[in-house]
């Protein structure tokens, strides 16, 4: 069984403060990660993804996440949060070779100037 | 860039009619998926399909959902008879078969009345 866990509802940082979104996820299988991003409105955007390649990963917009084996963790970091970050984040995970994409109940991040 | 493309963006029915959404993956793509986000709440997946056929689907996707490729090129979601509780942002999804990331459309806002 899989699973993901976002473990804030929402994350309110100020601007040019560091950004911390927590994901943890559950998959009896090798899973590929991913971050999407969806802004007031909008669409779902692909920010990153982890596909059993290197552990950090580099995404758009200056995110980055760091896959954790030991710690079954993916979470999304900004060192500089900006006010066009603000916006629902979306852990997600996918098994390798698996049909199903399971969300995180996301997580609102909010950017005070 | 290629895009998955979702009409319409908006569409507002009476409770108890026929809507049908649809949906033009990217076009090398085979693996395809609708999920819904109701106002407010998290991502939830529908159904996947594969090959012609449902692979997948989720305890929300019941008799009142059905899933179609007519013509090689859209994907629709018809739901027979809507309810109040339909009410939500679908999202359409595709992936390509060496690739893990679903690459989503831009949603349709339904809305039962």
């Known amino acids: 069984a899989q699973s993901v866990t976002q473990l804030d509802s929402h994350v309110s940082v100020s601007e040019g403060t560091p950004v911390l979104l927590r994901c943890n996820y559950s998959s009896s299988y090798s899973p590929s990660l991913f971050w999407y991003v969806q802004h007031p409105n909008k669409g779902l955007q692909l920010l990153l993804k982890?596909?059993?390649?290197?552990?950090l990963v580099k995404g758009i917009n200056g995110f980055e996440a760091e896959f954790k084996k030991s710690e079954t963790s993916f979470h999304l970091t900004k060192p500089s949060a900006h006010m066009s970050d603000a916006a629902e984040y979306f852990c997600v995970v996918s098994p390798m070779g698996g049909f199903k994409t399971i969300f995180g109940a996301g997580t609102r991040l909010f950017v005070k100037a | 860039e290629p895009e998955v493309t979702q009409t319409p963006s908006h569409q507002v029915t009476q409770m108890g009619q026929e809507v049908i959404l649809r949906c033009v993956p990217i076009?090398?793509?085979?693996?395809f998926y609708w999920y819904r986000q109701i106002l407010g709440q998290k991502v939830e997946f529908l159904v996947s399909f594969y090959n012609n056929e449902i692979s997948e689907k989720s305890e929300i996707f019941d008799d009142q959902f059905s899933v179609e490729r007519p013509d090689g090129s859209n994907f629709t979601l018809k739901i027979r008879s809507t309810k109040l509780e339909d009410s939500a942002m679908y999202f359409c999804?595709?992936?390509?078969?060496?690739?893990?990331?679903?690459?989503f459309g831009q949603g349709t806002r339904l809305t039962v009345v």
């Open positions: 982890y596909t059993s390649a290197a552990t």
């Open positions: 076009s090398n793509h085979l693996y």
């Open positions: 999804a595709s992936k390509a078969p060496a690739n893990t990331e679903a690459f």
